[in-house]
C-alpha cells in the first residue's frame, strides 16, 4: 500500500504547480482522497479531498478555495492538485491521503493511507 506525491518545487507569487499522487497496492478507486498540507512549525490543514465517486462530493479548504482544484484519474490510480494563484503562505509539505468510509473528510484523523510528502516552496 504505497502513495507517492509528486510535482513539488519553487513556485512565484502568483504563479502555478500540478501536484501529483500515485497509488499503488490497493484498489484506488474505491477510496476517497485528500490533499494536506504542513508548514514548518505548524499543524496539518486540510486543503482539499474528493469522493471515489465521479461526480460526488469535493471539498476544499478556505485558504485555498477559488485557486486549487483537485481532481482524480482513476484508470491511471493518480490524484492531482492543481494550485493556481500561489500565494507565500502556500509553502509547505503538501500530502496525499486515502480513506474507505462514507465520504471524504476534513479531518486527517479520518484517514489511513499517507504518501511521504512533497514540498512546495514559494519564492520572490
Known amino acids: 500500500v504505497q502513495l507517492v506525491e509528486s510535482g513539488g518545487g519553487l513556485v512565484q507569487p502568483g504563479g502555478s504547480l500540478r501536484l501529483s499522487c500515485g497509488a499503488s497496492g490497493f484498489s484506488f478507486s474505491n477510496y476517497h482522497m485528500g490533499w494536506f498540507r504542513q508548514a514548518p512549525g505548524k499543524e496539518r490543514e486540510f486543503v482539499a479531498a474528493i469522493s471515489w465517486r465521479i461526480g460526488g462530493s469535493i471539498l476544499i479548504g478556505d485558504s485555498v478555495k477559488g485557486r486549487f482544484t483537485i481532481s482524480r484519474d482513476n484508470a491511471k490510480n493518480t490524484l492531482y492538485l492543481q494550485m493556481n494563484n500561489s500565494k507565500p503562505e502556500d509553502t509547505a509539505v503538501y500530502y496525499c491521503?486515502?480513506?474507505?468510509?462514507?465520504?471524504?473528510?476534513?479531518?486527517?484523523?479520518?484517514?489511513?493511507?499517507w504518501g511521504q510528502g512533497t514540498q512546495v516552496a514559494g519564492s520572490s
Open positions: 491521503a486515502a480513506r474507505r468510509g462514507t465520504g471524504p473528510t476534513t479531518d486527517c484523523h479520518d484517514y489511513d493511507v
